[in-house]
């Protein structure tokens, strides 16, 4: 079957990874601007294939697996390199990559359960902190000047601290969401079905 306009922008942005990590880690004149230009767009293709799905009425649950699977691969491709490149503490990058494993897992229990939680503003502004930042700091070497600090940090350290900021909400966020749908859904317990539901 032909993945139609939506999924192919989010196979589109799968296929830039290794073109990003192989031009932001390779030793090539110019190979961090190639990098940066790649995220950029496939960071933007984010916007798209939402965009489009919504107004041709495309939502389909290859799509719904798609998405948000290339936002966490992109976002975890950029921490590894960057770390690789030592512009990134390993523990933060570990922090971000162990949320979206987290919400990855609790997705699948949810789709078991014919559960669909939906993104929220923290989620949206989560993402937005994320790309920020990984741009920031792949342009950094070449284009900030260290002297450029704020009470003795950096530029990057401030967004850097932001993104973790706004991933640890937004994973709170989703698992309490998570956990108000899914404790009101029927349990099969031995043959029985329990009813959970509880209504406020």
Not at 2 to 17: A, D, G, Q, Y
Not at 143 to 161: A, F, H
Request: aromatic share 10%; net charge positive; glycine share 6%.
């Amino acid at each position: 079957m032909r993945p139609n306009l939506p999924n192919s922008i989010s196979l589109f942005r799968v296929l830039m990874i290794p073109v990003f990590m192989v031009f932001l880690l390779a030793d090539v004149p110019g190979g961090d601007i190639v990098a940066l230009c790649v995220f950029v767009v496939a960071a933007a293709s984010d916007f798209l294939d939402g965009y489009f799905a919504r107004r041709n009425q495309q939502v389909t649950v290859l799509g719904a697996f798609l998405d948000p699977l290339a936002d966490k691969l992109l976002v975890m491709a950029a921490l590894v390199s960057l770390v690789s490149l030592g512009d990134l503490s390993a523990w933060v990058a570990m922090v971000v990559i162990a949320r979206e494993l987290a919400i990855s897992g609790l997705r699948m229990v949810a789709a078991v359960q014919n559960v669909v939680i939906s993104a929220s503003r923290w989620g949206k502004i989560k993402t937005a902190s994320q790309m920020l930042a990984i741009a920031v700091l792949i342009i950094e070497p070449r284009w900030l000047d260290p002297g450029w600090t704020l009470w003795g940090q950096t530029v990057s350290w401030y967004l850097v601290m932001i993104m973790l900021v706004f991933t640890v909400l937004s994973g709170i966020d989703y698992f309490a969401h998570a956990w108000r749908r899914l404790s009101g859904q029927v349990v099969v317990t031995g043959g029985r079905a329990l009813d959970k539901t509880k209504e406020d």
